[in-house]
């Protein structure tokens, strides 16, 4: 039994003692004492007045059945003191179910990051061992399994990229620099920027000027030039090989809109309000082959939101998606 109690207190990391109370004119009761231990964790301030509310509660509840007529004489601000637990009372459970949702979104979070970072490692691992077990012998051989664990390295790279953005956008360090643009020099930064990867996918990306090409928006141009090339990556990668992508430039309210147009798989009705949701796959399958980190849409939507603007998509299966974003024209 020693040996039990030693072992059961050697988990205990804090103790939290309460006592309930009865005050009888200046003399004070003790009625009971609420003793809780919490294992390899440590009270969370909120906990703590949860738990002394709890007590305060049973301490009224003993008074009234105790002696209702000298309940009646409790000055006023203790009166009220029921009134007061029950607001209390609510406020603590809206504090928990947002720690309960906070928790979980963070075990899916790192869940989501694990998971994401297991299938690039145990690439590299599989080809680095096969290399040590002989196959660096063969230059041809060697060369295609290095290109390969490159590629893997590549992918968490990105990855980690992507996750110092959501940090940095989250926290409010993600600077962004707003200045007149030549929307034409964006664009054209853009398609260049993209080239080899169009190339790969033997797509065609046609932009579609709606308004005249010197046209001034307000944005960082680093910042909107990732917009859309993540827009553009997307659109190329669900969709068949060889398909075209439409970039429309349209204004319409002194806002020029910019739409991403491609003939694609399309999105389920489902699927369409978690499009923007970080690590949230339409189809997993084709986003692990093609690589990715499973952030690009919801840096998007950071990107977009922080210029002041909003970003929508409409889609369709079988038949396409269209993501449109917004930026402030300047007026001359």
Known sequence: MKVLRNYLTSLISSILVVLVCVFYSDVLSTAGVLVIACISTVFLFSFEALVRRYALEKTVAIMKEH???????????IEGMEEEIVLWSKKQSEFLEDYKSREQFRREYVGNISHELKTPIFSIQGYVHTLLDGAIDDPKVAKRFLKRAAKSVDRMTELVKDLEAISKIE????????????????????????????????????????????????????????????????????????????????????????????????????????????????????????????????????????????????SKERVGSVFTFSLAKVKR
């Open 67 to 77: 002696d209702p007529a000298l309940f009646k004489e409790i000055p006023e601000s």
């Open 171 to 314: 926290s409010g360090l993600y600077e962004i620099q707003l200045r007149p643009v030549v929307l034409r020099n964006l664009i054209d930064d853009s398609m260049e920027a993209l080239e080899s990867f169009i190339a790969k996918h033997k797509a065609e990306v046609e932009v579609v000027w709606e308004v005249k090409r010197d046209v001034q928006v307000v944005c960082d141009s680093a910042r909107m030039e990732q917009v859309l090339d993540n827009l553009i990556v997307n659109a190329i990668k669900y969709s068949p090989v060889g398909s075209s992508v439409i970039v429309v430039i349209r204004e319409k309210n002194n806002r020029v809109y910019i739409d991403v147009r491609d003939h694609g798989f399309g999105i389920p009705d489902g699927d369409l309000a978690r499009i923007f949701e970080r690590f949230y796959r339409v189809d997993r399958a084709r986003a692990r082959s093609e690589g990715g980190s499973g952030l690009g849409l919801s840096i998007v939507k950071h990107i977009v939101e922080a210029h002041g603007e909003e970003i929508t998509v409409s």
